[in-house]
């Protein structure tokens, strides 16, 4: 039970920090929204992804959000993991930058794990 709490605890963390901290503080940067026009969205949609990224953020580290919210919290971060990598690959083609996602989806999964095996 220890080792799924850790594990919990550091990638929970993890996200929290890439998928939340650290939008709410570039979104409006230059590079930020660079790179999301690049691959082709509107500029709207860099404040409407850091908004859902934000709130997904604290809904998975906030032990008070009900269980539910936690999932929909996973799967929409799963989905924002799988359409980056898809955008990325289609604009972009097969680069080292696919990384990043499949190791956001790769330390989401761990999370969601650990998260499930503590609450069982």
């Not at 790179?35 to 500029?43: F, N």
């Not at 898809?86 to 083609?93: A, E, F, H, Q, R």
């Amino acid at each position: 039970m220890k080792k799924y709490k850790i594990i919990f605890c550091i990638t929970t963390s993890l996200i929290f920090l890439f998928e939340g901290v650290v939008p709410a503080l570039t979104s409006q940067s230059e590079m930020s929204i660079q790179g999301i026009t690049h691959l082709g969205y509107p500029v709207y949609f860099v404040t409407l992804l850091t908004l859902f990224k934000v709130l997904g953020a604290f809904a998975l580290i906030l032990p008070q959000v009900s269980k539910c919210i936690k999932e929909w919290a996973y799967a929409g971060f799963g989905f924002d993991f799988i359409f980056a990598f898809i955008s990325i690959w289609i604009v972009d083609g097969f680069s080292g930058i696919l990384l990043i996602p499949i190791i956001a989806m790769i330390t989401l999964v761990l999370s969601y794990r650990s998260y499930h095996e503590l609450n069982s």
